[in-house]
C-alpha cells in the first residue's frame, strides 16, 4: 500500500534504523565492539529517540482512541525494549538490540503504519504530519 504523506517521514526514518541494527548486528562480534556500541548509541540518541517521541506523541494517541490499543501497547513496549537494550553492554546486548529494532521497524510498517492508514481519517493523518 502507498504510504501517507503525512506518514512518510516516519516510514522514511525506519531506514536509518535498519542501518543502525544492521550496524549493531556486525559490531557485536568484533574486537572493536564497545566503540562500536557508543556510535551506535549516538545514532540511536539522534536519530531513533525523536522517532519514538514523534510515534508516542503524535500517532500512538490517535491510533489508541480509534481502537488500535494492542498494535499501540505493542509500539510502547518494544520502545521500552529498545531503550533498555541500549543503555546495556555487551554483545548479548548488542546483537539483542539489532534483531528487535529490525523486527520493530518491520512490524511498524507492515502493521503500525498500515493500521493508522485504514482506521484514521485523512484529517487525522493529515495532522500527524504538523
Known amino acids: 500500500m502507498k504510504r501517507s ?3 512518510r517521514n516516519l516510514s522514511n526514518e525506519h531506514h536509518h534504523g535498519l542501518v543502525l541494527a544492521k550496524r549493531a548486528k556486525n559490531a557485536a562480534v568484533t574486537e572493536a ?14 536519530d531513533l529517540e525523536p522517532h519514538f517521541r514523534a510515534e508516542e ?10 481502537g488500535e ?7 510502547l513496549d518494544e520502545h ?8 546495556e553492554n555487551g554483545a548479548q546486548a548488542m546483537t539483542g538490540f539489532a ?7 518491520r512490524f ?21 504530519a504538523h
Open 5 to 7: 504523506p503525512a506518514l
Open 33 to 46: 565492539a564497545q566503540r562500536a556500541w557508543q556510535g551506535i548509541r549516538d545514532r540511536f540518541a539522534a
Open 57 to 66: 506523541i503524535g500517532l500512538l494517541p490517535v491510533l489508541e482512541r480509534a
Open 69 to 75: 490499543t494492542e498494535l499501540v501497547r505493542r509500539t
Open 80 to 87: 521500552d525494549r529498545l531503550r533498555r537494550l541500549i543503555n
Open 99 to 105: 534483531e528487535l529494532l529490525e523486527q520493530h521497524i
Open 108 to 128: 511498524e510498517e507492515r502493521e503500525l503504519f498500515e493500521a493508522a492508514q485504514q482506521k484514521l481519517s485523512p484529517e487525522e493523518i493529515g495532522r500527524l
